[in-house]
């Protein structure tokens, strides 16, 4: 999935499966995958909870439906978090998806390496 979005912009890294074990695998993110009816995966979310806080760290999507399956997954954690703090595609739409958003979009370059 990722190599499929990562596609779509100019810069993006080619991971290898070493890249995965080296810059993902030691963080214990969780992973939430979408699949859609045909079970085909979708979309995914790399993310960890911290002092009352939802820390997404990937969020990667292929289709409206993708969104729309992982934003209603995130959104049942609601009981286990005050805030959540996201990392999305600089040309994702999901900012102006909120019915009232309440937070900074501060825009920046990934800190991982």
Not at 25 to 50: A, C, H, I, M, T
Not at 69 to 90: P, T, Y
């Amino acid at each position: 999935m990722y190599q499929r979005f990562a596609s779509s912009y100019c810069g993006m890294l080619d991971r290898s499966l070493d890249w995965w074990d080296y810059h993902v695998k030691p963080f214990n993110y969780k992973v939430g995958v979408y699949r859609n009816s045909e079970d085909n995966p979708r979309g995914y979310v790399l993310y960890q909870f911290k002092d009352r806080m939802l820390e997404v760290e990937e969020y990667i999507i292929l289709d409206e439906e993708a969104r729309i399956g992982l934003w209603n997954f995130l959104c049942q954690h609601d009981s286990m978090v005050d805030q959540i703090k996201m990392r999305v595609a600089e040309d994702d739409r999901l900012p102006y998806l909120l019915a009232n958003p309440n937070g900074e979009e501060p825009r920046q370059p990934s800190s991982r390496k």
